[in-house]
């Protein structure tokens, strides 16, 4: 153990302010969990008390000169320092407290992936930023932690120092919070954040995934991309021409090998385009993904021709058709809810046989869709009718032609979202959030039918149920998803939760509704799980954010693994696994932004635009999404085309309240511009 800081490791000059990196002591870990770590402290400190510079870009001759075998490794961290985007704390502040940490194996091994250290810690409190220094399916040397003990260092200090899994840099800006004070922020959340196994010792094997439909642009897919680069899995990228990932030399090439442009429409005939794909190119494929709902059972088949590994495309059929998903629901009950017609004039035999049992108000919706699509709730006959008709004509032209519509009761619970993470029939992660009440959730009918949707308004993570009804929900889904055929796979429910003591209403005068929990009624019937679908992939890409930024969890880095067959069941593991205690760094309000006007979009950027104009709030947003831009129509909140203008999710680590309270002051004051006004 190093004690003090008292002996100066190095030290370089800029601007007349000599800039100072002086030993801390060492960090054991301590904890079972991370006996396989250890951490080294350096503290920035300047000959100049109240100007701290970390601007070191000059520096770069002297640092090699000083350490010809240090490579780039720590310099890569000394960069992140000088980043104009880090430290006011470092640049600016008279009384800025600021510590490069770096992190060290005590065994020799492999990673499981080349960036855990820096998504695992992004966000964590305190740290400006976070440093990997491995490259993807890269070695690891153990390094004892005796070698920072100051003899080892006079002796071989570079040595150690090659041996780094990388580093943070962390800083305060307070008088008060000293750097020992920040060593022991940084002490509790290391623990938190990096209590996975993540040191294996069978070292991953470099495979090749053909990645059918690139989604619509970067904003889209960046997390999906960035995951394959650091599992060390090269992807070949299947789409339409002219494509956005289509030119060799265009910004985000380096994602992929190659692009194969083809129709990827998710008729009959794309299973055997993409087996011809395979077979024709020139090196081996390893699995084929999508994550596209029409396209599952499709490529789910060209993977079985292939021998390929895949769940059975059987199951991903029935989870596509949510006609076959209620009939198994009801098999699996004591009681017949829902049923399935193909056309209007089904009806009527229907009704004559059902009217008696029937209940309004009913939910109608296409038994193949996505994003509540033509799900209407209809209170009479009449409205039953109409809906069923819109429902059964919404995708009767499309390449998947289906005209199959499902009728169902509506549960009057609160609904939400459920991700699941399951390999080999064990649930190795399980998310749920809250899916707020909908236009078509109001009790208080003011709009008519057609125009009430249930497209989302708020998803907050993590959910507000009772532990017992998450535990009812969890055990529900899974049963329903072994149902389906499935064993492994990422998995998006959305569910209800029946006789729940868990209501929404604005209890306080600030005007914000929210989740709120009563004591349970003894006659009160016993909570269960209402099934609307099971979605066999990730949930929609800001979700899927969400949960890498609440829990630690990267859905697509699972369902990649996963693609790749038994082989790598380890890292599987290893990478579902959350925060530790599972429990979310903060509260998360994914904020979905509605139209409230037609027209043709003259925002440069809609939501950066309101971003820049209100700072205060911008500091609390973690992740944003454009998806109607500049020049593009924005269809008006009547239409029954269900797009939104674009997602804000905001951040509290204080709790629930203040996260809902962010919300509504992004809903007051979120507004965009249109041509013509």
Known sequence: MVSGSTSTFFSWSKDETTVFLRRLDLTPTGQSFLEALWYWDLEVTTNTP???????????????????????????????????????????????????????????????????????????????????????????????????????????R????????GGVVASVQTKSHGVNLLRRDLDEEFPKRLSVPWIINQAPTRSRIFWVQGRADIESSRQFYEAARSLGITLVVLDRPGHWLEDDSGPYAHYREAFIPMSVDGDDGLTQRVVEAVKSYPYKVDGIVTISDVRLPLIARACEILGLPTSPSAAYLRAGDKGITRELENASGSTKEGFVVTETA??????????????????????????????TKVRNRGELYAAVHRASARHALSPHRSTKVVIEPYVDGPEIDANFIILDGKVLFCDISDDFPSSADRPDREISAPAANFMETLMDVPTNLPADEKEVLKHGLTASISRLGFQSGVFHCEARVRNSRAHYYQRSADGIVDMHVSDRVETQETSSCYLHEVNARSPGYVNSVAALLAHGVDYY??????????????????????????????????????????????????????????????????????????????????????WCVGYITVASRKGRQECLELVQQVREKFNYKLEDD
Not at 158 to 165: S, V
Not at 348 to 375: H, M, R, T, Y
Not at 581 to 603: C, D, E, F, N, W
Request: proline content about 5%; hydrophobic content about 40%; glycine content about 6%.
């Open 50 to 156: 109240d100007v701290l510079s970390a601007d070191i870009s000059a520096t770069h001759v002297s640092l090699n000169a000083y350490s010809g075998r240090l490579a780039s490794k720590f310099i890569k961290l000394l960069d992140a320092l000088a980043d104009d985007s880090v430290p006011a704390t470092v640049n600016e502040a008279k009384h800025a407290t600021t510590i490069l940490r770096l992190v060290f194996s005590r065994t020799s091994g492999f990673i499981a992936r080349s960036d855990f250290l820096t998504y695992r810690l992004h966000d964590a409190q305190n740290v400006d930023t976070a440093v990997s220094f491995l490259e993807p399916l890269s070695s690891v040397s153990g390094a004892n932690p005796d070698q920072g003990s100051a003899t080892a260092l006079t002796e071989d």
């Open 158 to 165: 570079i040595g150690l120092f090659e041996k780094a899994l």
């Open 346 to 375: 089904e009806l009527d035999n229907i009704l004559a046989e059902e009217e008696s049992s029937l209940q309004f108000p009913l939910i109608v919706k296409p038994c193949s869709g996505w994003n509540s699509d033509c799900v």
């Open 557 to 642: 880095a699972i369902r990649l693994l996963l693609g790749l067959g038994s082989r790598e069941n380890e890292r599987v593991r290893i990478l579902a696994q959350p925060f530790l205690h599972s429990k979310p760094q903060y509260v998360l309000g994914v904020i979905v932004l509605p139209p409230t006007r037609a027209g043709i979009m003259a925002s440069n950027d809609a939501v950066e635009d309101f971003l820049a104009a209100h700072p205060h709030l911008r500091k609390h947003v973690v992740h944003h999404q454009t998806i109607i831009k500049k020049g593009e129509r924005v269809l008006g909140p009547d239409s029954s085309e269900l």
